[in-house]
């Protein structure tokens, strides 16, 4: 029996149908694009997480109001995590496997990343700009995965160049916390004093969530030394500070990006006043004449109805999302994967607003500035002494 002519006309539009619904790329329709993220919005660093959820979704909103990309809206789903790896696995898996997200956005936290990075990647999805200070991102590059912030190797080998070549100074001892994120900052300033032909004349850690530091100090100031690196980040800088102060030792203090926060200086009082630290992007009080920011965080007022400015992770949000909107926008019309990935290899030079370098991506450069800037607390505020290349 021969089929009917209205049978094979069904059949023809089934398997159109499939082929469209096999070409459709995830997260991608003719009308927008999903992007999705997971931050911290009720745990430790809520007060991180919540202010980039609103630079996420302020970034979305300036983007669509300018046309969106190639006529589709960006849409930012984010899903809190507590600041805990394994809820932010199963947000990850939700936000890919349910919500079909085309891209997971501006993650929050080094430890969150390096369990997520897997993830993405095996299921073709691209890391896009995590808020993360760990090299994993970028070296080796990876194809499906772009990063926006400095590890804080890099971080802290610009600090052990000026501490050496600004300052002087030549006997440098460390103290570290004893995770991925302390052993990193160490191998920064190990590299660097390997390359100037010096070696650290004590280093010491300290357990994560450790307040009592003095039996490390006494370590390293009996080792004489003339500069202390920190492998820490806010509450425990604040305490290096502090004890320092007690022993009423004079020694200058140098710290990543983690310790650029109003909350280093709140907890450390005049202890603080001279810290030095090295960060991939200047904090919002800095950079509030360029447009771009400043419109952004008046959104920020006026939506949240508070009238200070946010977090300074609100610039993560608004950078990243910059950077992927460019990419897109090279990608063409037709936005996949690959094309995406391609146009993201065409970013060149591109200025996302005041306080970053300048973004370039290639096949094999997957950060895109190296950008620091060598900051210091002087008369109890942040303010911004040399940039380095």
């Known amino acids: 029996m021969k089929p009917s002519i209205c049978t094979l006309a069904f059949a023809s539009a089934l398997l159109a149908g499939a082929g469209t619904a096999m070409a459709q790329t995830r997260g991608v329709t003719d009308t927008e694009i999903l992007l999705g993220s997971s931050v911290d919005l009720t745990g430790p660093v809520a007060s991180i997480g919540v202010p980039m959820k609103a630079g996420f979704e302020i970034a979305a909103e300036m983007i669509n109001e300018a046309g969106g990309i190639h006529g589709r809206k960006v849409r930012v789903l984010v899903e809190d995590n507590g600041y805990d790896t394994r ?9 890919i496997n349910s919500d079909e997200a085309f891209g997971i956005i501006g993650l929050l936290g080094s430890a969150i990343t390096q369990v997520a990075l ?8 691209p890391m896009l700009f995590p808020a993360a200070p760990t090299h994993v991102v970028y070296d080796p590059p990876q194809e499906l995965s772009f990063g926006l912030v400095t590890g804080y190797d890099l971080q802290m080998e610009a600090a052990t160049s000026y501490a050496h070549d600004e300052l002087g100074l030549r006997k440098f001892c460390m103290m570290y916390q004893d995770d991925e994120s302390g052993e990193q900052s160490l191998a920064g300033v190990e590299r660097k004093l390997g390359e100037l032909g010096l070696s650290l ?3 010491t ?18 080792a004489d030394c003339d500069a202390v690196m920190l492998g820490t980040i806010v509450r425990e800088t604040a305490g290096a500070a502090l004890e320092r102060e007690k022993i009423g030792w004079d020694v200058p203090l140098f710290a990543p990006q ?16 001279g810290l030095y630290a090295f960060t991939p992007s200047l904090p919002i009080s800095l950079v509030l004449d360029d447009e771009k920011i400043a419109a952004a965080v008046e959104r920020y007022k006026q939506q949240s109805g508070q009238d200070r400015n946010p977090d300074d992770y609100f610039l993560v949000s608004l950078a990243g999302m910059l950077l992927f909107a460019e990419g897109a926008r090279n990608a063409g019309p037709d936005l996949t994967v690959e094309s995406f990935v391609a146009g993201m290899e065409q970013v060149k030079d591109f200025d996302v607003g005041k306080g970053w370098g300048r973004m370039t991506f290639t096949a094999e450069r997957r950060l895109g500035s190296t950008k620091n800037f060598a900051m210091q607390v002087k008369d109890g505020a942040w303010a911004m002494i040399k940039e380095i290349d």
């Open 205 to 222: 850690s300290y357990k994560r969530g450790a307040t009592d530091y003095s039996a490390q100090f006494a370590r390293m100031k009996a």
């Open 118 to 125: 897997p993830i993405t990647t095996e299921q073709g999805v």
């Open 201 to 203: 004349v004590e280093k």
């Open 87 to 95: 809820r932010a696995i199963l947000a990850v898996q939700k936000l």
């Open 258 to 273: 983690g310790a650029v926060s109003n909350a280093v200086i709140a907890l450390g009082g005049a202890a603080v006043e």
